[in-house]
């Protein structure tokens, strides 16, 4: 087993400068060009293969050992969200109303200090490093274009490892999980739609708020009572908007949420419930439904046998870190779709530092983590390609 932490440890005045100039400048899903031209550049120089434009704004480079063998496709996501930042940090955000709230400035830099770091020992490993620097992580298809383009192809990878920074955890923590580690993610969007009028007369009326209100109540039983108590499943409307005017019972309402599971059954059964209820909920009151579900990513599912050695590198590497087997997240990652084709891990590094404040969850204004742990992302990564590399 290779161990590249004091390697990653050097590099990590590279890494962080990196890391804060992502940071200051975001860029949405499918926009990332400026960020792409730097990744590009960072691989040239290193005397890679580089490709650019793969799913619109991707890159891929490839790095060759010393003789053919199996190929690793290591994967870092590259896009921000339209989020206006509020950390107050330095290196905050210079683009208004875009951020990086989700630790992909962290992913970018450690996926060109893990390049660095494998083509300073390209002579010593078989096969081949396919480097996936990929756009729109974030629901918006950047893995199904990428794959659309061909990153499953010329070289075919044997194996596929990524990783994400993790806020809700403290530094000192990995999650290396087999199996189903983030949830599938579906999004719904539900119009009730009724008979408005004035709010003085609802007799007159089919409410459609009032339909709402029954129906979101009554997606909750979902959970709670059709599905196993030994399973997961989580469904939320997290948007509701109907009407403008305190008198006026609108004809109208829309909801919006979000499904999430981990088994196929389990999400076949959700659904099935979900437009059972919405439908007889809002029929009921004499109002009618429209349903939209759209599929977003399928679960991310953990090969057991490549888990298992990555598990023994990190174990191997950072003895004195916290080796979580068994936590997993209701959140999704459209990595699930490289690992639907090609057998591998993703994995996580605890990144919360409460002492430093650095506590914010994903997606939130106020998000940042803890830089000291990016040669630790940087040092396992590189050691874990290797390790399938060698043997």
Known sequence: MRNFLDEAQTLFEYTRELRRDFHKH?????????????VAKELTN??????????????????????????????????????????????????????HACGHDGHIAIGLTVARILYNHRNEFNGTVKLVFQPAEEGLGGAERMIADGILENPHPDVALGL????????????????????????????????????????FCNDPVLAASQVVNNLQVIVSRNVSPLKTAVVTVASIHGGEAFNVIPSEVEMKG??????????????????????????????????????????????????????????????NDQLDINTVTMGSEDMAFVLQQIPGCYFFIGSANIEKNLVASHHHPKFDFDESILPKAAGLMAASAIEFLEK
Request: charged share 20%; glycine share 10%; net charge negative.
């Open 258 to 319: 979000t499904i999430r599971s981990f088994e196929p059954e389990v999400r076949d059964l959700v659904i099935r419930r979900f437009q059972q209820i919405v439908e007889n909920v809002s029929h009921a009151l004499e109002c009618e439904s429209v349903i939209e579900i759209k599929s977003i990513t399928p679960a991310v599912v953990n090969n057991p046998e490549i888990t298992t050695r990555v598990q023994q590198v990190a174990g191997g590497m950072l003895p």
């Open 26 to 38: 975001p860029e949405i899903g499918f926009k990332e060009i400026r960020t792409a031209n730097i």
């Open 46 to 99: 290193l005397g890679m293969e580089v490709k650019t434009g793969v799913g619109q704004t991707g890159v891929v480079a490839l790095l060759e050992g010393k003789m053919p063998g199996p190929v690793v496709l290591v994967r870092f996501d590259m896009d921000a969200l339209p989020i206006q930042e509020e950390t107050g940090a330095e290196y905050a955000s210079l683009n208004n109303g875009v951020m």
């Open 164 to 203: 994400h920074v993790w806020n809700e955890k403290p530094v000192g923590w990995i999650g290396i999980v087999s199996g189903p580690v983030m949830a599938a993610a579906d999004i719904f969007t539900v119009r009730i739609i009724g008979k408005g009028g004035h709010g003085a007369v609802p007799n």
